[in-house]
């Protein structure tokens, strides 16, 4: 994700124009859980603005502070006080269930496990941490495999009981410096504790990379009902379930939905196609976009080819430049990505 995460949380890219973050506070509040603990760690100032004190969505909100980057299981051993001896669930920001975790909660209330694993089967297990079944009984798991012993990558989200804390206070750093949530998991299957897991069949995302985020941006994209606020010129035409935020101004252009612009936006003669987020402030003239999601205050402007599978960060002016001879000017971040046809 980077250069985008050089100067923001990667929880609160934007979404279908909302933080990926929001998407999973309201899963775990729809699931019944009202307190919730956020661990943070250098971009907490940026988290505690998005999310407050939780009142926004119903629930109390606790910032646990974590000094460094150690590892899944460390942010679960520097929870224990506020946990307690509760059993609890455990969410990363940046994943994305669309189902929602009710059922998986409930199942864990009702049957009291030690702990609860969601699966899913992925095409590329040895990007994720995987799990090895036997006869349905997770036996081992392990974080990125070089050669996976199943297709069964470990959801970002696990349920606990207090036994866990033992776990984590028992195994050693990985490689990475880290405490693996993976490691202290198999601590409590070679314990013999009641490890269960859970395939999910509905869609889930871990937004970790470009091409998720846009997948991720695509499925949400797909539940909207068209809702336009700004004002749309006589001269626009407008397709499918299409959202405009209230001041945003369109004319002499094609909006193909699913598509969602926000507040404040001026489109003039431009195509904004279908699974696009464009967010706030944003300005678009006599350009192409489609599939992609452009941040707050960006420009783009006289563009001849179709913008299309792109994450566009905030603040940012693409354009073409009439001066001759004909060039290519860039000022880029580290870690960008740039494909020029």
């Keep these: 994700m980077r250069p985008i995460t050089f100067t923001s949380a990667k929880q609160l890219v934007p979404v279908a124009n909302r933080p990926i973050l929001f998407y999973g506070i309201e899963a775990i509040r ?66 994305l269930i669309k189902q929602g975790i009710t059922p998986l909660v409930q199942e864990f209330q009702r049957e009291r496990p030690n702990c609860m694993i969601l699966l899913a089967e992925v095409d590329n297990p040895s990007d994720f941490g995987v799990a090895e079944l036997k006869s349905g009984k997770v036996v081992r798991l392990q974080e990125k495999p070089k050669k996976a012993p199943s297709n069964y990558a470990l959801v970002g989200v696990y349920m606990f009981d207090s036994t866990v804390f033992d776990a984590v206070e028992n195994i050693k750093p990985s490689w990475r410096n880290e405490l693996e949530i993976t490691d202290a998991i198999q601590y409590l299957i070679d314990k013999n504790l009641d490890v ?84 706030d402030n944003v300005e678009i003239k006599d350009s192409e976009i489609e599939h992609s999601i452009v941040l707050s205050g960006s420009r783009i402007s006289n563009i001849g080819t179709r913008i299309e599978s792109s994450l566009i960060g905030k603040d940012t002016v693409i354009q073409r430049c009439s001066r001759k001879p004909r060039c290519f000017r860039f000022m880029v971040g580290d870690s960008s990505g740039i494909e020029v046809l």
């Design 30 to 95: 729809d699931a019944g859980i009202t307190d919730v603990g956020i661990v943070v760690g250098e971009t907490k100032g940026e988290i505690r603005d998005a999310v407050g004190d939780g009142e926004s969505f119903g629930i109390k909100v606790t910032y646990i502070e974590q000094e460094e980057p150690l590892g899944l299981a460390h942010a679960v051993k520097v929870s224990r006080d506020y946990i307690g001896d509760e059993p609890f669930v455990m969410f990363l920001g940046d994943n």
């Design 196 to 279: 269960r897991s859970h395939i999910i069949s509905g869609w889930w995302k871990d937004t970790g990379k470009l091409e998720d985020l846009l997948e991720a941006n695509r499925m949400i994209l797909l539940d909207l009902d068209r809702h336009v606020e700004g004002k749309l010129e006589s001269d626009c035409r407008v397709e499918g379930n299409v959202v405009v935020g209230e001041g945003t101004k369109v004319r002499s252009s094609l909006l193909r939905g699913p598509l969602v612009i926000g507040k404040n936006c001026n489109v003039e003669h431009s195509y904004v196609g279908p699974f696009t987020s464009v967010h």
